[in-house]
């Protein structure tokens, strides 16, 4: 073992004195960073995107529907994923333009690409944060005055500040989707009830009525569309 660990060094030093130039090191920096990025997308992409207001109101109608696992997880997530796409494509586009590109092509720093590379983000999240979440955060840490600024806005104030707001919008429409379908449950329970059927289980007979209110709207239509307009 240690003779390996032996080799493993003098491999690893011929590597640092003979191959290894400044250019090899930029490249090597710009795949570590790549690699942390990576590592940390699904954070990025549930709390600073669209994603977690666009999951929660389709689990809401899943749930309203009483259909179970129909549609499955996967289909849910996987629609909440393109829709996201969808919706941050200006953002996203905006990034590479600004911070991407340009850090690649060795125009700029590390550090002027992560205020250009936030700066769509913050606008992006300051756009549909209301205004006592961020206050929230802002008055927790001791800021007394609010910034004037998009670009003066912490991330670390403002992510949490829009994902509070994002579930809080999120519940609002799950309300609103669950009003047609509690009618209905409750028009089933009542008229089993008159008809002295106590054993019947209303979900069992209200169900078809939901999905055939559901299917003659165009329910996933006017879902979309409220998400989108809500954007």
Do not use: C
Not at 8 to 27: E, H, I, K, P
Not at 106 to 130: C, G, N, Q, V, W
Not at 159 to 168: D, N, R, T
Request: charged share 15%; net charge negative.
């Amino acid at each position: 073992m240690e003779f390996i660990l032996m080799q493993q060094q003098q491999t690893f030093a011929s590597f640092l004195g003979d191959g290894m130039d400044l250019a090899n090191v930029s490249t090597s920096v710009k795949l570590l960073l790549l690699l942390t990025v990576l590592s940390l997308a699904p954070s990025i992409l549930i709390l600073m995107t669209s994603f977690t207001r666009i999951v929660i109101i389709l689990s809401f109608v899943r749930t309203a529907l009483a259909t179970q696992q129909m549609p499955p997880n996967q289909v849910i997530v996987g629609l909440a994923l393109f829709l996201t796409f969808f919706i941050m494509t200006p953002t996203f586009t905006e990034v590479n333009k600004e911070a991407l590109q340009p850090l690649f092509a060795d125009e700029i720093s590390l550090d002027e690409a992560y205020d250009k590379a936030s700066l769509p983000f913050k606008e992006f999240m300051s756009s549909h944060t209301r205004q006592k979440d961020l206050e929230l955060f802002l008055n927790y840490n001791g800021v007394e005055e609010m910034p004037t600024t998009v670009e003066e806005l912490p991330l670390t104030m403002l992510v949490p500040a829009f994902a509070l707001s994002e579930i809080k919008t999120a519940f609002q429409i799950g309300f609103m989707i669950f009003i047609p379908f509690l009618v209905i449950d409750m028009i089933v329970a009542s008229t089993l009830m008159s008809m002295g059927m106590m054993m019947l289980p209303p979900v069992m007979i209200s169900l078809p009525f939901k999905i055939l209110l559901f299917v003659l709207v165009d329910g996933w239509y006017l879902v979309m569309k409220s998400i989108l307009q809500s954007f």
